[in-house]
């Protein structure tokens, strides 16, 4: 079964703040993704990649970067934090375009 | 306008019965995934589907591509199937997934 996880699991900070959000699958799968949830909006896309070093946008993507730095790992970065950042962030993996696995997500508040 | 449109958007039903679940989409859908939210946040991978039916359970469900929906069905439902479900499209292999707004279903004793 696929493993995700997430770290922190809350987060707060101040609006103008910088914070990195972490991901690490140990399935070996090649697409990692992140997205946010919030009421009203379902899951949206804001980054995802295809593999170590590759980054293609979603569908919601300003005011994120984002870094694949191996397999295993992908990072959401937030350089300047605005309130309408305040979200629930969750990761995903998958083995090519087949079943994404989720972690147990990220809550963020942006004061 | 929405691609992936799930209906209803909140139902509620007592334990032991059955329900349906729908998705159209207004994108060409390649495959659909289902899962599950449930009250602690948790996702939960449901089906992954190409055109055709799976079952699991007493979770049963379908996409049909030409027709553009997708069903998901339960069957004698169970205090723990509460929670919100949500299907996600592929749009024509762009390895990303698309979101509907979910359902969500409180099971009654």
């Known amino acids: 079964e696929a493993a995700v996880t997430q770290s922190p699991r809350n987060k707060v900070t101040v609006t103008g703040g910088n914070v990195t959000l972490s991901c690490r699958q140990t399935?070996?799968?090649?697409?990692m993704y992140w997205y946010r949830q919030d009421t009203g909006h379902g899951l949206r896309l804001i980054h995802y990649s295809y593999g170590a070093g590759n980054l293609q946008i979603g569908d919601v993507p300003d005011g994120y970067k984002a870094t694949r730095t191996t397999q295993e790992d992908f990072f959401l970065l937030l350089e300047l934090a605005s309130p309408s950042q305040t979200s629930l962030y969750f990761c995903?993996?998958?083995?090519?375009?087949?079943?994404?696995?989720f972690g147990p997500g990220t809550r963020l508040t942006v004061l | 306008g929405d691609k992936v449109k799930q209906s209803p958007s909140a139902l509620s039903l007592q334990e032991g019965t059955n329900s349906a679940l729908r998705c159209n989409f207004s994108i060409a859908a390649t495959t659909v995934q289902w899962f599950l939210q449930n009250p602690r946040g948790s996702l939960i991978n449901l089906f992954y589907l190409v055109p055709g039916t799976k079952e699991n359970g007493r979770l049963k469900s379908a996409f049909d591509s030409k027709e553009s929906y997708s069903t998901l069905h339960i069957r004698d439902a169970q205090l723990e199937d509460s929670g919100t479900y949500f299907c996600a499209a592929e749009n024509y292999n762009q390895g990303k997934l698309i979101f509907g707004q979910g359902t969500k279903l409180s099971i009654k004793p």
């Open positions: 399935n070996s799968h090649n697409y």
């Open positions: 995903a993996s998958s083995q090519a375009v087949y079943e994404q696995y």
